[in-house]
Nanobody, 116 residues
């Protein structure tokens, strides 16, 4: 199983930026689809963005043109650059590693709070 450790969360004002990082270990990182999910209080966990092993990306409509997911296979790390943050982006953000036929791996989560 993949071990995932997120970092980079915090408190930011509306309109601000944050970059989340997720470091992976225990596997061949480059073959996994990596994703960022978030869960706000009282809501279901939702996909924010994902990047495949080939570098293809997809985003939730709510974050398109504001968030960018990227990966550095040499560092076994996936990033989520979040710009123009809004209060509704407030949530716990989780890193996910997915490979067909295997159970997904999850990080412990990092809190992002957007508030003035």
């Amino acid at each position: 199983q993949v071990q995932l450790v997120e970092s980079g969360g915090g408190l930011v004002r509306p309109g601000g930026s944050l970059r989340l990082s997720c470091a992976a270990s225990g596997t061949i990182f480059s073959i996994y689809t990596m994703g960022w999910y978030r869960q706000a209080p009282g809501k279901q966990r939702e996909l924010v963005a994902a990047v495949t092993s080939r570098g293809s990306t997809n985003y939730a409509d709510s974050v398109k043109d504001r968030f960018t997911i990227s990966r550095d296979n040499a560092k076994n790390t996936v990033y989520l650059q979040m710009n123009s943050l809004k209060p509704e982006d407030t949530a716990v953000y989780y890193c996910n590693a997915h490979l067909a036929l295997l159970r997904d791996s999850w990080g412990q989560g990092t809190q992002v709070t957007v508030s003035s």
